[in-house]
């Protein structure tokens, strides 16, 4: 009996010795992740209460796969775990699934996700479907307003825009979140500047310099529409007015943060309309000199660099390869990039799965937990990529624009030294020698102020300034010149 | 009969012989009277073609005289920027 006894007592020694062997975690005293099985809805809605919303991705879109028909409940997780994460992960819901009545968040979902498809009018008829309580109500008007925009259809479009400035505003006084209050305003901005887009293209430029003028110089958006403000007084041909606009992106502010080679464009554009050729050429030689290098640098980085390389994404984030961004060129381009909403929101999302990793870290490792860490590895490699992918579409679109923009300004050089030509030919000259700048040819509204520049650019004076250059068109004859001179010696 | 043949013959060689001689006489009296001969052109001449007149008719009818007219200057396409579409687009782009 004894030694029965003591044969069991070995064995079941034994096999606990093995057990830990197995599982060595048993052994430690971390905390126990108690997550009961269940159905797929059942494991997200426990994740998402124990906030880890990354987690609960892969649970979620499960339960969408295998579910026939989407229950009002199934549709609020959805909601949820949408708001938590980002509404890409949900796009594999498919327009079958969803049921007449559908609720808050579905709708948006599903026309991201027929925008992006670019199924127009599908997209339309979800966004149009939107609640006027959803949170994101007024980025739905944006999206509808835009749609309609690219459809040619400016009145519809036009109401959009004003919905969406009007739900945005009254969501951002209600709610306390600093980071929704940030959201709604650049929404409201985004929706104000399209409004002044339209009345650009309907040629009614003294409407879209006052819609422009309602955007706030702390806005997230004012930088970008500096340009198009710029445009707007070129077309009114108060060149002096977008020139000094244009300067502003010089200003220690922003030289290092904005960069659109379009400005220089315009800047060329507008010396030339002021017969200005000396200035034009400076403005041409400048651009041609200074973005050269840059081209070949992105160029050689594209190239040796593929698409699913993670390289881009080190080079944003990574401080220590400080010296070879600055030796790419690609500190300006990774300064514009930290203003635009989805880098952001794709850094942030890296941020959060980390978070969660090391959440989940926290617990007693078993074969749920390392699971669930390994499907938030690969998310996070999925938004590293999405990082990635980012920044080479932005180093490819500002590649071809700057090659585009250098064909434009050889053609406006072309144009200055034909347009010369032609007064040698005709012994004709321009009026050259009068003063360059006078505040006589200063353009102001009512509302506009003067203060005198003298090389210092003032945060608060930003975006106001104005050259008081006199146009150089007046053209002399130089036979009509030489007479005169003759007769006023023979007078003396 | 003989007499008759005789004095053709005679006839005949001395005929051949002043053939003969006459081009050696015509030579040798050239050589003697060689000379150089200078010959000179005008070195200027006036011609009036305001009163010259063809008579006739234009075989080929057209003109062919160039008008006098302003020097026709081209101008290139300068850019312009007409709407802001694509800048609407790559702000949704840009947004999620």
Redesign the interface.
């Known amino acids: 009996m004894r030694i029965s006894l003591l044969m069991a007592l070995i064995f079941s020694c034994k096999l606990l010795v093995d057990c830990f062997a197995a599982d060595p975690s048993l052994l430690s005293d971390l905390p126990r992740l108690k997550i009961r099985k269940g159905s797929a809805a059942n494991v997200a809605k426990q994740l998402l209460l124990k906030r880890l919303p990354f987690s609960s991705v892969y649970y979620v879109q499960q339960m969408i796969n295998k579910t026939e028909k989407l229950s009002a409940e199934d549709m609020l997780l959805i909601s949820h775990a949408a708001y938590l994460t980002s509404e890409d992960y949900f796009f594999n819901i498919k327009q079958s699934h969803l049921p007449a009545d559908r609720g808050e968040g579905i709708d948006f979902i599903m026309g991201l996700k027929l925008a992006k498809l670019k199924q127009w009018n599908q997209a339309l008829s979800y966004f149009g479907n939107m609640l006027i309580d959803d949170r994101n109500y007024a980025e739905g008007r944006l999206y509808m307003g835009s749609i309609y925009y690219q459809q040619g259809k400016q009145v519809l479009a036009r109401q959009q825009f004003s919905l969406c400035i009007q739900k945005a505003k009254e969501r951002q006084t209600e709610t306390d979140d600093r980071s929704l209050k940030h959201y709604y305003g650049h929404l409201q901005d985004s929706c104000q500047m399209d409004l002044a887009r339209i009345a650009y293209h309907d040629q009614n430029m003294n409407a879209a310099v006052d819609a422009y003028d309602k955007i706030n110089k702390r806005s997230y958006r004012w930088p970008d529409l500096l340009l198009e403000k710029a445009w707007a007084t070129y077309q009114m041909e108060d060149y002096n007015r977008a020139l000094g606009l244009l300067v502003t992106y010089k200003s220690p502010f922003l030289r290092d943060q904005i960069f659109f080679p379009e400005a220089e464009v315009l800047t060329a554009l507008s010396y030339f309309r002021l017969c200005l050729w000396q200035d034009t050429f400076r403005v041409i030689s400048h651009f041609y000199r200074s973005y050269a290098p840059w081209v070949l640098a992105w160029r050689g980085l594209l190239q040796s660099e593929g698409r699913g390389s993670d390289k881009y994404y080190r080079l944003v984030t990574d401080e220590s390869l400080k010296p070879e961004v600055e030796k790419l060129h690609l500190a300006t381009l990774i300064n514009q990039l930290r203003t635009e909403v989805k880098f952001h929101l794709l850094l942030n999302r890296v941020e959060k799965i980390n978070y969660e990793i090391s959440k989940l870290a926290r617990y007693r490792q078993n074969k749920q937990i390392k699971r669930l860490i390994g499907r938030l590895e690969r998310l996070k490699k999925l938004k590293i990529k999405a990082v990635s992918r980012l920044v080479r579409n932005k180093m490819i679109t500002l590649t071809k624009e700057l090659t585009r923009f250098a064909f434009e300004m050889f053609n406006i050089k072309l144009e200055m030294i034909s347009r010369q030509k032609n007064l040698i030919y005709r012994d004709e000259t321009l009026v050259a020698d009068r003063a360059r700048g006078s505040l006589n040819f200063v353009k102001r509204k009512t509302n506009q102020y003067f203060w005198r520049f003298s090389g210092e650019f003032w945060a608060d004076e930003l975006g106001d300034y104005s050259f008081g250059l006199q146009s150089n068109c007046e053209i002399k004859s130089k036979k009509v010149a030489h007479t005169t001179r003759v007769r006023e010696v023979a007078s003396e | 009969m003989n007499r008759v043949y005789d004095f053709l013959f005679w006839a005949t060689i001395t005929a051949l012989v002043i053939a003969l001689m006459t081009p050696a006489i015509a030579n040798g009296e050239s050589s003697k009277g060689k000379e150089n001969v200078v010959y000179k052109y005008k070195q200027y001449e006036f011609i009036d073609l305001s009163n010259m007149k063809v008579n006739g008719r234009l075989a080929a009818p057209g003109d062919i005289s160039v008008k006098k007219r302003e020097?026709r200057?081209f101008?290139?396409?300068?850019?312009n920027?007409?709407?802001?579409?694509s800048?609407?687009?790559r702000?949704?782009?840009?947004?999620?």
């Open positions: 020097r200057h101008k290139r396409q300068l850019f920027r007409k709407h802001f579409k800048n609407m687009v702000d949704i782009k840009t947004l999620r």
